[in-house]
């Protein structure tokens, strides 16, 4: 793989992580020192929406103008609306902050159909492992700084700082475009505005959706996702009620887990590379099920630093668990309509993980912790052995031919 693809690809993932972190693991703590219960936070889940609905407009970013343009579109947006937000007072109320979270959702669930469009149709069967490695790592950084990181610059200068810190950083990001990124059509296809118009939004996505095996993988995927999701919703709040200051939540969520996401991406795209997708599936979904399992015995004050350990553990096997299902939903999409056949995938496991936290904020609330964080390894556990067994049975698109044990061959 050329260098110049890594470094673009790297850019624009982790640009996707900043305010998806953010706004998904430092905004709940907040909420939560404020005193919102978990339910009431679980519901600021709907404002992710974008992400689990961009399938509707992803044959449009495949089919009109170019991805680069995408590109410095959406990343250009996005950090206009995290400086217009630094000029607002937050102190009276946070309607701004959740208008602004659901603007940058929108902005950043197209700039997700642009770059998985662009990262299939650049990587090559064999690549795809390793790519998706470094895709994943880049991710999930982007999440950790965002949210640890951009938690701990709250801590130290408040609002205003942290916003233009975030906007900042969305801006370097969008380097990598402008230098790197070629403006060629967003499929390399001669039918771009006429297939759209002809067909509809609507009519295109339900041709994606209805081809043989597409609903039959969607449900495996979200089986897979669907417990570890659970769990991990309340793990922020979980931590600010087990006793950790804000900083100390800042360095266990950005530096420890930063290290544990990164060789986490990269032992799963090592698997999906050298031992392919079945083991790299298996193991990741038994792993991040047993990573659960240490949030269990935290949450019924078994070890002084379990807490620590577990949320260490659940970034490191949570991101080689991603690495492995991303690989698996970049080989089930056709080439030509690569942007709209990922984002049909990656929208119904957002989809399933909204659902999950919606359930672990109100299974936390009614129950408890320890029954949350039991519930999501037992789920997480039942998911992985789902998905394996449904593939090793042919489920899913016919595109899917790495299913194997063993390296990916050389196409």
């Known amino acids: 793989m050329r260098l110049r693809v890594l470094l673009l690809l790297t850019g624009l993932y982790f640009a996707q992580g900043l305010p998806f972190g953010f706004f998904t693991q430092a905004i709940p703590v907040l909420l939560r020192e404020a005193g919102l219960s978990l339910t009431a936070i679980s519901l600021t889940s709907f404002l992710y929406l974008p992400w689990g609905l961009k399938f509707l407009w992803a044959p449009a970013v495949d089919r009109i103008g170019t991805r680069r343009r995408w590109l410095l579109a959406t ?15 937050l102190t009276g109320s946070l309607r701004w902050l959740f208008v602004a979270i659901a603007a940058i959702n929108l902005l950043s669930a197209t700039q997700d159909v642009a770059t998985d469009g662009l990262a299939v149709r650049l990587l090559g069967p064999r690549d795809r492992g390793l790519g998706n490695g470094i895709q994943t790592g880049a991710y999930r950084l982007g999440m950790i700084a965002g949210g640890g ?12 700082v942290l916003l233009l810190t975030l906007g900042g950083l969305i801006l370097l990001c969008t380097v990598p475009v402008v230098l790197l990124a070629r403006d060629e059509p967003a499929d390399g296809a001669p039918r771009p505005v006429e297939h759209v118009r002809r067909d509809g939004l609507g009519t295109a996505w339900w041709h994606r959706l209805r081809r043989p095996g597409v609903i039959p993988l969607i449900g495996l995927l979200a089986s897979y996702k669907f417990g570890n999701a659970m769990a991990s919703s309340v793990s922020g709040p979980f931590l ?22 990164l060789a986490g991406s990269a032992v799963g795209g090592w698997l999906a590379f050298r031992h392919g997708r079945r083991t790299a599936l298996l193991f990741g979904g038994v792993s991040q099920s047993l990573a659960v399992g240490l949030y269990v ?43 709209a056949d990922y984002t049909l995938l990656a929208s119904a496991v957002v989809a399933a993980q909204g659902i999950a936290g919606f359930a672990g904020g109100a299974v936390g609330d ?4 320890p029954a949350v964080f039991t519930i999501g390894m037992v789920l997480s556990g039942i998911g992985c052995a789902v998905l394996v067994r449904g593939l090793d049975r042919g489920v899913g698109p016919a595109t899917i031919t790495t299913w194997r044990r063993g390296p990916v061959p050389t196409p």
Do not use: N
């Open 75 to 89: 990343q250009l947006g996005s950090a206009g609306v995290a400086f217009a937000l630094a000029a607002t007072d």
């Open 149 to 160: 990181g951009l938690l701990w610059i709250y801590a130290e200068s408040g609002w205003r």
């Open 240 to 261: 600010h009620d087990a006793g950790l200051g804000l900083r100390e939540i800042a360095l266990v969520s950005g530096a420890l887990s930063s290290a544990g996401a």
């Open 297 to 339: 015995i935290a949450a019924l004050g078994i070890g002084g630093g379990m807490v620590i350990a577990a949320t260490l553990l659940e970034h490191v096997f949570g991101g080689a668990a991603l690495v492995a299902l991303f690989t698996l939903m970049m080989d089930a999409c056709e080439r030509d309509d690569a942007g």
């Open 366 to 369: 009614a129950l408890g912790y």
